[in-house]
């Protein structure tokens, strides 16, 4: 039997570690363990290892942080809402809170979006929006409508819905299907074409397409439902090329279909509009958001629904609408949170902010192009990717250890295999962008 530490004696220390409970998610475990990055506390830009070393955040924590870490309007928020009320139910209930919040975010979400779905993270958004598609489609009088289409390379978190739909291979093939009658269209990643970019590729208009033949393969009148992230971000910063989102849109209306887009990653703020879609000028049927909801402050997640979707469950008898929900839906604490962060939002122009400084962005990651290893670089607001040669025979290893070798130099990045993805908190200025691509191209010229 396996020596288990005492309450309250687990140390930092490797030995520690290798025996401690915690089964790390999206983690080499054993790798990790040997030598372990850990960090004890957060500030603004910063976080500090247990040993006080300080670390720019590169990623946003994980592309959720969009504020900065620790702002005290919100802990004070948070605070204050646990003292007062630390739990209600929402089922057949309600707190003053989540009608505050959804309102709140309805003012801020593109016109037409007035009604908010309240989930607990990315992943249970992702499988929401899909329950509304299907659930709506047979409202309407079209339950025939079943199957959903997603995208290869898409991510749309990891519960049954969202890893069906979802396009990356690793985290669906030790699962199953998950979800049947489930199709994709091909990905939107064209090296050859589009190689080092800035801002939307020119080509690939044609890749939507794809949906038109799966129309016809599958009979558009069997199709509830098509999600795809307006920047694919876990897949490596993937940029929709120009027009592809209208002719998605243009498909999805023609044959009824609705047209969901995760904006998980791309709400609130990281592409310089509150919203891809409305970076794009392409509106979704249903969009789905978290991390940046709350400044991931505590975990929440918000589905939002054009009104004419929600105006046809409103229709009929009274009863339950939907059988759908969480028992944390619309959480007091995470409520609380996610008002006080769009405070701090408006206060700072945060929504808007990576529009003055995308140019400089652009320009630091694209002056990397010539660098070692360096076969792509890729751009759209406050999100960036820089794509490395594989090894032979090693895929991935480069890039972690560029991510090993970054992290002990003082920045935080995040990799994909072996794609660098950079997505710094919306507080950022010019002199963060610049220590974190010289950093990254310092490492990109240490490693073979």
């Known amino acids: 039997m396996n020596k288990r530490a005492e309450p309250g004696a687990i140390s930092t220390s490797t030995a520690d570690l290798e025996q401690a409970a915690f089964w790390m998610p999206f983690t080499a475990n054993r790798q990790f363990k040997k030598a372990p990055r850990l960090l004890a506390r957060a500030e603004g830009m910063y976080y500090w290892t247990p040993e006080g070393r300080q670390v720019l955040d590169g990623t946003s924590?994980?592309?959720?942080?969009?504020?900065?870490h620790c702002r005290p309007k919100i802990v004070a928020a948070v605070q204050k809402q646990v003292a007062q009320m630390d739990f209600a139910p929402t089922f057949q209930m309600g707190h003053p809170a989540a009608f505050e919040f959804a309102e709140r975010l309805a003012r801020v979400a593109p016109s037409g979006f007035s009604r908010v779905f309240f989930t607990n993270s990315g992943s249970e958004s992702a499988d929401t929006a899909l329950k509304i598609a299907l659930a709506y489609q047979r409202a309407r009088g079209e339950p025939g409508r079943y199957r959903l289409i997603g995208r290869e390379r898409g991510y749309h978190g990891v519960n049954f819905g969202g890893m069906a739909v979802g396009g990356i291979t690793a985290n669906k093939k030790f699962f199953g299907p998950g979800v049947a009658g489930v199709d994709h269209i091909r990905h939107t990643h064209d090296p050859a074409r589009n190689a080092f970019s800035k801002g939307q590729p020119k080509h690939g208009v044609e890749f939507a397409d794809e949906l038109e033949r799966l129309c016809v393969l599958h009979d558009p009148s069997t199709i509830a439902a098509v999600i795809v992230e307006p920047v694919a971000g876990s897949a490596g910063v993937l940029v929709p090329p120009v027009g592809y989102?209208?002719?998605?849109?243009?498909?999805?209306?023609r044959h009824g279909i609705l047209l969901i887009f995760d904006e998980v990653i791309t709400g609130f703020g990281r592409l310089g509009k509150p919203f891809g879609s409305q970076r794009f000028n392409v509106m979704p049927d249903l969009f789905t958001t978290a991390k940046g909801l709350t400044n991931a402050t505590v975990p929440m997640g918000a589905v939002f629904v054009k009104d004419e979707i929600f105006q046809t469950f409103m229709q009929g008898p009274e009863g339950i609408e939907i059988f759908h929900g969480y028992t944390y839906s619309g959480h007091?604490?995470?409520?609380a949170a996610g008002i006080a962060t769009l405070d701090v939002?408006?206060?700072e122009g945060l929504l808007t902010r990576a529009a003055s400084i995308e140019k400089h962005w652009e320009e630091r990651a694209h002056a990397l192009k010539g660098a070692p290893h360096v076969i792509d670089i890729r751009n759209c607001g406050l999100m960036a990717a820089i794509e490395l040669e594989p090894r032979a025979g090693q895929p991935g290893k480069r890039g972690y250890e560029v991510f090993v070798k970054a992290f002990e130099a003082g920045v935080l990045i995040r990799v994909t295999g072996?794609?660098?993805?950079?997505?710094p908190p919306l507080i950022a200025d010019k002199s963060h962008l610049d220590q974190i691509f010289d950093c990254v191209?310092?490492?990109?010229?240490?490693?073979h």
């Open 332 to 335: 007091p604490l995470a409520c």
């Open 418 to 423: 072996d794609t660098i993805a950079l997505s």
């Open 441 to 447: 191209g310092t490492m990109l010229r240490a490693v």
């Open 61 to 68: 924590g994980l592309w959720c942080v969009n504020a900065g």
């Open 345 to 347: 939002f408006e206060e």
């Open 245 to 253: 989102l209208e002719r998605l849109r243009e498909i999805c209306t």
